[in-house]
């Protein structure tokens, strides 16, 4: 896996973008452009908050991002991630190594604790981020609405190192 650079964001986004119309991955409900992505692509910092991609033959084929979580200093020790894969690579151990990757990549980055958002229906993902240690931290119940019905979040986390 390497440092993402601008020349990755329009894969970037198609990768995003191919899990939409599932509703099982992100609450955006439309297509985004890389125009709309870009401001989130510059908050990575590599020393900090890495954007991360792993390729295949040279093409971005999945991508990790480290964020901050809720924005305020006191959080600091704490990042969410995000893992998106091109759909051909959905179920071949992609994300396993990803977030392998994000956990042993943690310390070094001055995090103690890793987070994920995940819709409770995404039993995949769910079942991906359990098989690293996480823990279901909490649940909001149907805080999301798509397509005139409602989906819950479940909060997922790891401790990867104490303060």
């Not at 006191?74 to 091109?86: F, N, R």
């Not at 890793?114 to 039993?123: P, Y």
Request: aromatic share 10%.
């Amino acid at each position: 896996m390497r440092i993402a650079n601008p020349k990755d964001l329009p894969r970037i986004v198609d990768i995003y973008n191919s899990t939409i119309a599932g509703r099982k991955a992100t609450a955006d409900t439309q297509a985004v452009t890389v125009e709309q992505r870009q401001g989130w692509f510059d908050r990575h910092n590599p020393d900090r908050r890495p954007l991360l991609v792993e390729e295949d033959k040279g093409r971005v084929i999945g991508w990790l991002g480290f964020e901050d979580f809720y924005g305020r200093p006191a959080y600091g020790a704490t990042a969410e991630l995000s893992i998106y894969l091109d759909p051909a690579y959905r179920g071949t151990g992609l994300g396993s190594r990803m977030l392998q990757e994000a956990i042993d990549r943690a310390p070094s980055l001055g995090l103690h604790n890793l987070v994920a958002f995940v819709f409770s229906h995404n039993a995949e993902s769910i079942r991906l981020f359990e098989k690293f240690g996480f823990q279901t931290w909490g649940e909001l119940p149907d805080v999301a609405c798509m397509d005139e019905r409602e989906y819950s979040l479940t909060i997922l986390g790891l401790r990867v190192s104490a303060a």
